[in-house]
């Protein structure tokens, strides 16, 4: 018999080291004591929206805003797993916060733009990862055309809805002189957007003439915009894998000590079967955040299907977990003062961010099917590679 080549195991998923352990005990230490639910609904009435200091203490005493960074750029240098962690732990306690502007979005862009982006971008991505600036990343999804247009060094255009369009630096994508800019601005009048989710801030943006720096232009621009869509993809799955999480942890804690007809309500048959759906639900979504981190991290699959496939499944999942969460808590599910409420509010705005699940998965069809050519046999995604299956 011939030998046969043995191919090197790829590296396991889905194995969190020792570190990522004490990392998430730590994040979550801090936010049980500082961003509880009392907390949380304080800073959603208040201004600007969050608490400033334990944003700080976040990135200058634990360094947990700028984990994936280099630490050529300031960053702790390490891994998207490692702030996908950190994230799953901001959406179990619904931080309130610019997470997914300034962390998910903002910084990501300003690292693919590397050390050559000058010392004034590199200022503002140190300051960012320290948390004592907040930033905000306003693109078109997709690809599509920038509403906004640039003179060079001023920039005029609306935006009707920036996620954490409050923040104190806007990092705009502009049609330039020549072509597609990024762009950074202090300027713009903000106005606060009346949402859903009110730990998570929105505004509507006009920019009228607005003072601007232009960050890149050309293709470094649409690489940047791409990288920070994909990271804030990843990020944003892992943050509904968190609330998702917190919702079952609250449910089987309510179903253990809810007692009727003299029994606990999760002795009931059909309680154990919703609560079961949960946990697949749960497990499904964080499966397929965390392949989508290592995705980018590794480069062990398509990066744009893995955030898709992320973002369709925990977008979705998210939904339906907070849906029966309410359900399974009866009466006092219902009320408006109760806790379940946040994460539904924030499970159905997390929905709309950055697509749909219904975008997310036209774009999985347009990367999977749309090239596909007819062979007679399955084809099926094999990491990196698509084969067939005779």
Known sequence: MADTA?????????????????????VRELLAARSDEATVRTLMESDPGHDPQLWARLGGELGVLGLAVPEELGGVGGTLVDQAVVAEEFGAAL????????????????????????PETAALLEALVAGTRTAALAVPDFGAAPSVTSTGDTLNGTLSQVVDGGADVLIVAATGPDGLGLYA????????????????RQARVVLD??????????????SAIAHALRVGGVLLAAEQVGGAQKLLDMTLAYANTRL????????????????????????HARSTAYHAAWALQDGT???????????ATCSENYQR??????????????????????????????????????????????????????TGRATVANGVHMTDQG
């Open 321 to 374: 977990v907070a849906a029966d969460t309410i359900q399974l808590h009866g009466g006092i599910g219902f009320t408006w003062e109760h806790a379940t409420h946040l994460y539904f509010k924030r499970a159905v705005t997390d929905a709309a961010l950055l697509g749909s699940a219904a975008a997310h998965r036209e774009r999985i069809a347009a990367l999977v099917l749309d090239p596909a050519e007819p």
């Open 260 to 283: 009727q007809f003299g029994r606990k309500i999760g002795s009931f048959q059909a309680v154990k079967h919703r609560l079961a759906d949960m946990l697949v639900l749960v497990e």
């Open 185 to 200: 601005t202090e300027g713009g009048e903000r106005s606060p957007l009346s949402t859903l989710d009110q730990t998570r």
């Open 301 to 311: 699959d398509d990066p744009d299907l893995a955030v898709s496939v992320a973002q």
């Open 95 to 118: 931080l309130p916060g610019p997470v997914l502007g300034t962390v998910g979005l903002a910084i990501p862009a300003l690292v693919a733009l590397g050390s050559g982006a000058g």
């Open 6 to 26: 043995v191919e090197e195991a790829p590296s396991i998923e889905f194995v969190f080291t020792s570190e990522q352990k004490d990392l998430r005990k730590a």
């Open 209 to 222: 003439g607005a003072p601007a720096r232009l960050l890149a232009a050309g293709d470094t621009a649409a």
